[in-house]
């Protein structure tokens, strides 16, 4: 697999080394000679100067038979140019881009972006899962943040405890998909009763997430 | 006609006076609130300081009701991320971008926006200017 990564910064970098040392073929793409030099002097001959934005420099990268072309620049605005140059002129099949813009993510998804990473975003949901618990962990978001796994804590005063699933009225777009009950994991049927403490594993539409919450932590 | 105008340099200073002298209803965004002494002294229109490719800024800027968007700071991939921006989130039916490298301007040409390259464009009128035989000589 060949992967470009444009944006030798300190993201750029050790991504580009970690990718390297999972036998990835990598490039990166640096437009300061200074930094590619010292990128060149650690992981070697895996670098090149110039600017990631200009069809040519992507093209002398070898883009047409790139797998992944990673943006990893500070500049939302050179992330998105970049991913969209390859996507449209070397119709590379995955391009990933860092949104430093909390904001920007929707916006680089219904602009033909695979996929977005932002450290502000990833930053805050590790915040409210581990700082502020709540009984729901988000394990997955899937299709543009409209559907997410989730893990549920079944609180002892909600009214689902002791019920069986078929007496209980989900939120629309909501399925069980596994209860963690102290050693066993559990793929419920109708007949499973859920009870105080179950970790629930559900399937959900983002938007139903609290009213999913509300029901089985009882919160 | 209302315009929105990214970039208030050399060109987008121009144009903003332009317009605003034609009667059009102006408002312009630059990150550097010094940019905005390029405009005519008796400019009416609405001066903003800010980056024309953050949602919020441009919502200030009343990019909804506007009829024209134009991006001429002098970096291509901020010109094409606000027109985009602009065309896609907001519906701006005319938006035009300033881009100087020939092969962006030419991809994001077809994709509802105006791609000025002045790179080519001033290139040929120099190259007519070398055809054009000289009137006099000395």
Redesign the interface.
């Given at each position: 697999m060949y992967v470009i990564v444009v944006g030798g910064g300190k993201v750029g970098y050790y991504l580009a080394w970690n990718l390297v040392d999972q036998g990835f073929e990598v490039l990166v793409i640096e437009r300061q000679p200074a930094k590619a030099e010292a990128i060149r002097e650690h992981l070697g001959a895996v670098v090149m100067v110039g600017d990631g934005?200009?069809?040519?420099v992507l093209e002398a990268a070898g883009a047409v038979r790139a797998d992944v072309v990673i943006a990893t620049t500070g500049?939302?605005?050179?992330n998105?140019?970049v991913c969209?140059?390859a996507k449209?002129?070397f119709d590379v099949e995955r391009v990933i881009a860092r949104v430093n813009?909390p904001?920007n993510e929707q916006?680089f998804k219904?602009?033909g972006i695979d996929a977005t990473v932002s450290q502000t975003n990833v930053l805050l949901h590790l915040i409210e899962q581990r700082l502020i618990p709540d009984g729901l962990t988000r394990l997955l978001t899937l299709q543009h943040q409209e559907i997410e796994i989730v893990e549920l804590k079944v609180g002892a005063d909600s009214p689902v405890v002791g019920r069986r699933l078929s007496e209980i009225r989900l939120p629309p777009d909501c399925v069980f998909s596994a209860i963690n009950r102290g050693e066993h994991v559990i793929i419920p049927t109708g007949q499973t009763r859920l009870e105080a403490g179950d970790d629930v594993i559900a399937v959900t539409r983002t938007e139903r997430e609290s009213e999913l919450r509300r029901l089985l932590v009882g919160v | 006609m209302r315009v929105v105008i990214v970039g208030c340099g050399r060109v987008g200073a121009h144009i903003a006076s332009a317009l605003d002298r034609r009667g059009d209803d102006v408002t312009i965004i630059d990150i550097n609130p010094n940019a905005f002494t390029r405009l005519d002294e008796d400019f009416s229109g609405l001066a903003i300081r800010g980056t024309g490719i953050d949602e919020d800024v441009l919502r200030s800027a009343n990019i909804t009701s506007a009829d024209a968007f134009l991006a001429v700071t002098n970096r291509d991939n901020t010109n094409l991320m606000a027109t985009q921006v602009a065309r896609v989130v907001f519906g701006v039916p005319t938006v035009a971008a300033r881009v100087y490298d020939p092969v962006r301007a030419e991809i994001f040409a077809n994709l509802g926006i105006i791609t000025i390259c002045p790179t080519t464009t001033i290139s040929n009128l120099l190259l007519d200017a070398l055809e054009t035989p000289p009137a006099r000589r000395s």
């Open positions: 934005a200009e069809a040519s500049e939302d605005e050179d998105l140019i969209q140059v449209r002129r813009n904001k916006l219904r602009l | -």
